[in-house]
């Protein structure tokens, strides 16, 4: 049996949501909570320090690590966080054993491994079985999906692993190791709040997107039986009294949606809890009735991945959606009574200051309930970053820039940082400043908390977009 310490790092000064600190979500980190609860079945010890959740700084982590002694150190992360990774690696002690995964690595394993001599072993793709292999003991070279450094220094890269295919063989992450208590969305009905993955996988081609390179191009879901026993579970052990499902495409099979929604019916947990899908469902995968059913299992709110308001850059981008898609969705979330946030993207393929002010145009004519505009962040290996290694320029700037809200990695055509940044600040103050929209905010308000959320939304908005 060997030690395992799984860090989150801090990311609340990286990852701020409109260039606010205090109005970023806090999630807890199910990647590395699934990882945990997998390792433990298999009878090592493992223990997560979740410095982000706790707002831990260097020292205190430093501590943490010294206090608890592992065998092993894993970590995870995004392109921007890999500065934060350099920095949690200097304060490990010598005989650790560095571990990473996430997108970062599986996208480019060779330069991480060049680049950041601390990290010993690098796992591509999903980690669950790479990693027991790895604390097993097994011969590097033997584990598919691993990247590392054999003895005289060279990088190796063995084969991917398959991906797994039935999910309802993991167990459900171990939240016992995280605290609970602190995770928290400024835009919560409920607290305790949780969240909840119930597929992996995308079968979808936007050339934007990276998720393909850890989740394969091929959506595995969970069965609608597994995810209400996951529900069921933290109702009863947590008093979880909302869900936010963090898929990219819970909406892609209707009929599990239906089953899903039948079961949280048929256990009354609807009447237990309430609960959204943050992440951007697709707006040609919904209906009028998938909607009606979905609002009577408990669901108040979707996010809508609508990216673009002009059809060409939607085409682009490989989108295969129709404007007319997006605003039926919009009109039957309004009828069905379900909330909408329409997710906006400024800087994709072929885009202009046109086609930037039709995205805005568009955002506003839909009846959204709020939009969140981001711009474009080339991901490594994605289709885009490529186009834009041959046509453009990729910007000499730290990872950490790698953000929806920083001011931008990249020049290609037309568009520019500066361009992304102004359109980005003019959407948020056109959208959310006008006096229809802020007169339907204020006549839902029907408790404090609601005027305290309104009320601290609406300053975090006016001071990014007056920044």
């Known amino acids: 049996m060997v030690k395992l310490l799984l860090i989150q790092p801090n990311y609340r000064s990286i990852y701020s949501y409109a260039g606010s600190k205090t109005a970023t979500p806090?999630?807890?980190?199910?990647?590395?909570?699934?990882?945990?609860?997998?390792?433990?079945?298999?009878?090592?010890?493992?223990?997560i320090l979740e410095a982000n959740a706790w707002d831990l700084n260097y020292e205190q982590i430093k501590e943490a690590i010294f206090r608890y002694n592992p065998d092993f150190v894993a970590m995870t992360g995004a392109s921007s966080m890999m500065d934060e990774i350099t920095k949690l690696c200097a304060l490990l002690p010598e005989n650790v054993k560095v571990i990473f995964g996430g997108i970062h690595a599986s996208s480019m394993p060779e330069e991480v491994l060049r680049d950041y001599p601390r990290i010993d072993i690098l796992v591509r793709g999903e980690g669950e079985e790479a990693i027991i292999g790895i604390l097993s003991?097994?011969?590097?070279?033997?584990?598919?999906?691993?990247?590392?450094?054999?003895?005289?220094?060279?990088?190796?890269?063995?084969?991917?692993?398959?991906?797994?295919?039935?999910?309802?063989?993991?167990?459900?992450?171990?939240?016992?190791?995280?605290?609970?208590?602190?995770?928290?969305?400024?835009?919560?009905?409920?607290y305790p709040i949780d969240y909840v993955v119930s597929g992996r996988g995308c079968p979808y081609r936007c050339i934007f997107c990276a998720d393909f390179i850890t989740s394969g191009r091929k959506l595995r879901t969970r069965s609608a039986e597994n995810i209400v026993a996951e529900i069921k579970h933290l109702v009863e052990?947590?008093?979880?009294?909302?869900?936010?499902?963090?898929?990219?495409?819970?909406?892609?099979?209707?009929?599990?949606?239906?089953?899903?929604?039948?079961?949280?019916?048929?256990?009354?947990?609807?009447?237990?809890?309430?609960?959204?899908?943050?992440?951007?469902?697709?707006?040609?995968?919904?209906?009028?009735?998938?909607?009606?059913?979905?609002?009577?299992?408990?669901?108040?709110?979707?996010?809508?991945?609508?990216?673009?308001?002009?059809?060409?850059?939607?085409?682009?981008?490989?989108?295969?959606?129709?404007?007319?898609?997006?605003?039926?969705?919009?009109?039957?979330?309004?009828?069905?009574?379900?909330?909408?946030?329409?997710?906006?993207?400024?800087?994709?393929?072929?885009?202009?200051?046109?086609?930037?002010?039709?995205?805005?145009?568009?955002?506003?004519?839909?009846?959204?309930?709020?939009?969140?505009?981001?711009i474009c962040i080339p991901m490594p290996k994605t289709e885009y970053w490529e186009i834009i290694k041959r046509e453009g320029q990729l910007l000499d700037v730290s990872w950490d820039k790698y953000t929806a809200y920083s001011e931008g990695a990249f020049k290609h055509g037309e568009v520019?940082?500066?361009?992304?940044?102004?359109?980005?600040?003019?959407?948020?103050?056109?959208?959310?400043?006008?006096?229809?929209?802020?007169?339907?905010?204020?006549?839902?308000?029907?408790?404090?908390?609601?005027?305290?959320?309104?009320?601290?939304?609406?300053?975090?908005?006016?001071?990014?977009?007056?920044?």
């Open 416 to 467: 520019t940082p500066e361009l992304m940044s102004e359109m980005q600040k003019r959407a948020y103050k056109e959208f959310y400043l006008r006096p229809e929209f802020i007169l339907r905010r204020f006549l839902r308000i029907r408790t404090t908390k609601d005027v305290k959320l309104t009320l601290k939304g609406g300053l975090e908005v006016l001071k990014f977009a007056k920044a």
């Open 26 to 47: 806090i999630y807890p980190p199910l990647g590395l909570a699934y990882m945990a609860a997998v390792v433990r079945e298999k009878g090592h010890e493992v223990k």
């Open 137 to 190: 003991g097994n011969s590097l070279k033997d584990i598919l999906g691993v990247s590392f450094r054999d003895k005289k220094g060279k990088i190796l890269h063995n084969k991917d692993a398959p991906f797994i295919e039935d999910l309802n063989s993991l167990p459900f992450p171990a939240r016992d190791l995280l605290p609970m208590h602190k995770y928290f969305s400024f835009e919560a009905r409920r």
């Open 237 to 374: 052990t947590y008093g979880t009294q909302e869900i936010d499902f963090q898929d990219d495409n819970f909406t892609l099979y209707p009929d599990r949606v239906k089953k899903f929604c039948d079961l949280m019916i048929k256990t009354e947990l609807n009447k237990k809890i309430i609960w959204k899908v943050a992440n951007g469902v697709r707006c040609d995968k919904l209906s009028l009735p998938m909607l009606k059913h979905m609002k009577k299992a408990g669901c108040y709110m979707l996010s809508l991945g609508i990216e673009s308001g002009n059809q060409e850059i939607l085409d682009k981008m490989r989108k295969a959606e129709k404007l007319v898609d997006i605003q039926n969705a919009a009109k039957w979330c309004r009828e069905s009574g379900i909330e909408s946030r329409g997710l906006f993207i400024f800087g994709l393929l072929g885009e202009n200051r046109k086609t930037m002010l039709d995205t805005i145009r568009f955002a506003k004519s839909l009846p959204l309930d709020t939009a969140t505009f981001h």
